[in-house]
């Protein structure tokens, strides 16, 4: 399996994502609605961005490992987030440095984008997170 990610010249820079990704594989692997949740349920960083995008992104993980997969594999992420507005970047930026060591995310990450919603699953879950992975 290869993931090529890239950001050929004249699109806009920079940014902290690669623009394109081109995969090579045959097993895809969709990981969806990952909430700041623990494994057993509980809400984990209520009202906190940055910490509910960390927990996600943990948990994203997780789905991503028991498909055989990491975040190398990963050729596109989305992420919905309620209410946004431009004040929450650095929080939700500071959310994915949170973790990028501790999940080893690629550096700039995959192609990705970051969707305002007016609300998600409960309401006090503030980003989900859908990642996009080819293995093989």
């Given at each position: 399996m290869s993931v090529a990610l890239s950001s050929p010249e004249g699109m806009f820079q920079p940014v902290p994502y690669h623009h394109v990704s081109v995969a090579t594989g045959t097993r895809h692997?969709?990981?969806?609605?990952?909430?700041?949740?623990?494994?057993?349920?509980?809400?984990?960083?209520?009202?906190?961005?940055?910490?509910q995008l960390a927990q996600a992104l943990r948990n994203t993980a997780r789905g991503l490992a028991g498909a055989g997969a990491t975040f190398s594999d990963v050729v596109r992420l989305r992420f919905f987030v309620t209410d946004w507005s431009p004040e929450k970047y650095d929080d939700?930026?500071?959310?994915?440095?949170q973790v990028a060591d501790e999940l080893e995310l690629p550096q700039p990450l995959p192609p990705l984008s970051a969707i305002g919603v007016d609300y998600l699953f409960e309401p006090d879950v503030l980003v989900e997170v859908e990642a996009y992975a080819i293995l093989d």
């Open positions: 692997v969709h990981v969806a609605g990952q909430i700041a949740r623990d494994g057993d349920g509980n809400r984990v960083a209520t009202g906190d961005l940055a910490g939700f930026v500071a959310g994915i440095e």
